[in-house]
């Protein structure tokens, strides 16, 4: 989530002092620092996207990691904005994490040793995607960031015909990881892992069809060597960060005394399992509590189902119902009370169970996950980019629903409400994030009520229903859900969620 942000010029006329390699030794007690030497460490990880979740989630693995194994320091790449790498470069590549518990936590985190910029330091990733220590890539790009197709990438997409056209310079990161193999094979240096930590169901699988569909559009003999020589294990991350806001800031300034331009924060529980499918070497993932498994792919579904599903329910139903955050969203009885029954008695019997997971435990888990009181969890965040996140959190439930003749009307409530949500955006004339904003409002903009024609428009959009786009079923009962929900306010939607 891009937030704006003070400038590190901006930050310096306000006069404290900035976080820095020289300001640790003088930080309070009670503040956790690098338990190690950085300047003993070594960039070993190319990781882009250094948003919000990558620094409160796989760059403390990583900063616990590091006090054991110095090699796998972090180079961090924005394919966009330049607004980490202004923030962070003047503190050394130091954040503080604040964990959103009973008390407050904080800790300064160490192991980003670089913050780059790829559209304005193009020579300086192509040198660390090239770099002999450099043995693995990690990517949390968001679903959009993959630019995929049903079954690899989608040339259409802006970034990537650029890409295909200008190789050498690309902008997208299919483009990098397809470049840096390029320059490593000719250089005879091995390939570099790639590992995606986004929340996308058979995220390391699908990011390997976009790779090799890409590179076989460049270079047919470097996407064979890519086939033969590139691991692509998959990961399923997951701890709840919400966006970073003055009052983060300023609790750290006054806790530090010193200005920190971006911390982060998130809730303390967290969880990373990964395939363990490496070549050329691996961090100790495991003796920073990483879950190293054979298949992942129970953990992934169950956690895009189980948690992230429910969350886009509380987003869009919340919002129309006027509230505000999770924790509130989940003080409501009558919404709380339809996300639990959408979880139990829907999502549970859709999922593949891997060894030792027990469904009732993980669903109270989240349950009071969402409930606590420390995080204001904006709805907001949680509802951007809906065409790439409904598909991947409720469609194929949906879909597997159908297959198994179980139904489907609770799990169409929170598709009904993305359509409610967009059109009522639309009215109000409030952008919409997404990947498809343009068509969205539009679409929102003409919707009538007319129950067969709104949902129709949905449905045809490229790429979000896929094969349940032409399934009858599928379509009769999202138009009841949306009629159900119609007009889409608190009390018609309380209405609805009370009844289902
Ligand atoms: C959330 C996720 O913003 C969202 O869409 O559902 O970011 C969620 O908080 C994380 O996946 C939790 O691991």
């Not at 190319?46 to 990558?54: E, I, T």
């Not at 450099?134 to 890409?163: F, M, N, Q, W």
């Not at 298949?295 to 992934?300: M, R």
């Not at 994030?433 to 007319?450: N, R």
Request: overall charge negative; glycine content about 8%; proline content about 7%.
């Amino acid at each position: 989530m891009r937030v704006p942000l003070p400038t590190g010029k901006q930050m310096s006329s306000t006069h404290t002092p900035r976080l820095s390699s020289a300001a640790l030794a003088r930080l309070p007690a009670g503040i956790a620092v690098p338990a190690y030497d950085r300047a003993a460490t070594r960039i070993g990880i190319v990781h882009f996207g250094p948003g919000a979740f990558h620094r409160a989630h796989q760059a403390v693995y990583l900063d616990d990691l590091l006090a054991l194994d110095p090699a796998w320091a972090i180079s961090a790449v924005s394919l966009h904005s330049a607004s980490v790498r202004d923030a962070l470069a003047p503190q050394d590549g130091l954040y503080t994490l604040v964990l959103l518990g009973e008390q407050p936590a904080l800790r300064v985190v160490g192991s980003i040793r670089e913050v780059l910029c790829a559209p304005q330091q193009r020579e300086a990733v192509a040198a660390r995607l090239a770099d002999p220590d450099v043995r693995l890539v990690t990517l949390t790009i968001t679903e959009k960031g993959y630019c995929l197709s049903a079954d690899g990438v989608d040339a259409a997409h802006p970034d990537i015909a650029h890409d295909l056209a200008n190789p050498q310079a690309p902008v997208s990161a299919i483009g990098w990881l397809v470049e840096g193999l390029r320059l490593r094979r000719a250089r005879g240096l091995p390939a570099y892992t790639v590992l995606s930590c986004d929340n996308l169901a058979d995220n390391g699988g699908r990011l390997r069809r976009a790779v090799f569909d890409y590179a076989g559009r460049v270079d047919a003999e470097l996407a064979e060597w890519i086939a033969r020589e590139v691991a692509f294990p998959r990961s399923m991350v997951d701890s709840i960060t919400p966006a970073t806001d003055d009052g983060v800031r300023a609790q750290v300034q006054s806790a530090l005394g010193v200005a920190d331009a971006w911390p982060v924060q998130r809730e303390p529980y967290t969880q990373w399992v990964v395939e363990d499918d490496f070549r050329n070497g691996r961090p100790p993932l495991e003796r920073a509590g990483v879950v190293m498994s054979g298949d992942i792919a129970g953990y992934d579904r169950a956690k895009l189902r189980l948690l992230n599903a429910p969350h886009s329910a509380l987003a869009y139903l919340g919002s129309l119902m006027e509230l505000e955050s999770v924790a509130e969203a989940m003080r409501d009885p009558v919404l709380a009370g339809f996300v639990e029954r959408l979880m139990r008695q829907d999502i549970v019997p859709s999922l593949q169970r891997p060894e030792g997971f027990d469904p009732e435990a993980y669903v109270g888990a989240i349950l009071a996950r969402f409930r606590n009181p420390a995080i204001r969890h904006l709805l907001a965040q949680i509802a951007w980019d809906g065409s790439q996140k409904i598909p991947v959190r409720l469609l194929g439930t949906i879909a597997d629903a159908l297959a198994a003749g179980r139904p489907i009307d609770r799990l169409c409530l929170p598709v009904a409400g993305w359509l409610q949500f967009v059109r009522r955006q639309a009215a109000r004339d409030v952008a919409i994030v997404d990947p498809l904003a343009e068509t969205l409002a539009q679409i929102g903009k003409a919707c009538t009520g007319d129950v067969a024609r709104d949902v129709n428009a949905f449905l045809a959009l490229d790429g979000v229903f896929g094969t349940l786009a032409g399934d009858a079923r599928f379509a009769a009962v999202l138009g009841e859900a949306y009629a159900a929900l119609d007009p889409a306010t608190p009390e018609a939607v309380r209405l609805a969620l009370a009844a289902a």
